[in-house]
């Protein structure tokens, strides 16, 4: 007797190999540390920064029309700080403090992060000056700021901006950083 596997389910798997066939693939090597695999659906250009392991990343969009960008900030921490979830919330909330003031939110909730490895924060600010208003290129009416723990030892510091949350290009940039793989040597 064959085994009916549900079509929906099908689908699903179809749909998950096709988006993964789409988009541009970024691995980031820690070296011993293990290595990161981003996938990023749209057309974006990646600058890669690596100075004796030590990485920057920023994603910009090749079309000048779409104003969005994301960095991420590659650390190697000797001593693990952020060792439980409720230590790294605390930590992200009061590096977003200088946001606030200038916030339509006026205060940082830390939300976490939906990852496969590790766990992370961010907070999501709006920037009040430019609420009603086109923001200049480079200048972001939305931005989420965070870090993310993927080991004892490799920490990310996370900055994405764009013109909406809701906008394609943001969720196109979260979409890569949650959806990253994290391997271990």
């Keep these: 007797m064959i085994a009916r596997f549900p ?92 946001y606030e003031e200038q916030s339509v939110e006026r205060k940082a909730r830390a939300r976490e992060f939906t990852l496969g490895s590790g766990y992370g924060f961010y907070c999501s600010f709006t920037d009040a000056a430019l609420r009603g208003r086109k923001a200049p290129p480079g200048e972001f009416k939305v931005i989420s700021s965070g870090r993310i723990r993927l080991a004892a030892d490799v920490h990310l510091e996370i900055f994405i901006g764009a013109d909406s949350f809701s906008e394609e290009a943001y969720q196109q940039l979260l979409g890569a950083i949650e959806g990253m793989e994290y391997r271990r040597r």
Excluded at 33 to 57: E, H, P
Aim: proline share 4%; net charge positive; charged share 25%.
């Design 7 to 98: 079509l929906f389910a099908l689908l699903a798997l179809m749909g998950l190999f096709a988006t993964r066939a789409a988009a541009q693939e970024h691995v980031l090597d820690f070296g011993p540390r293990g290595k990161a695999t981003l996938y990023l659906l749209g057309d974006w250009k990646a600058t890669v920064i690596n100075m004796a392991g030590q990485y920057d990343i920023m994603f910009a969009p090749k079309q000048d029309s779409i104003n969005a960008q994301a960095t991420i900030k590659v650390t190697y921490p000797d001593v693990d700080r952020y060792d439980t979830k409720q230590r790294l919330k605390l930590r992200v909330e009061a590096d977003c403090l200088p």
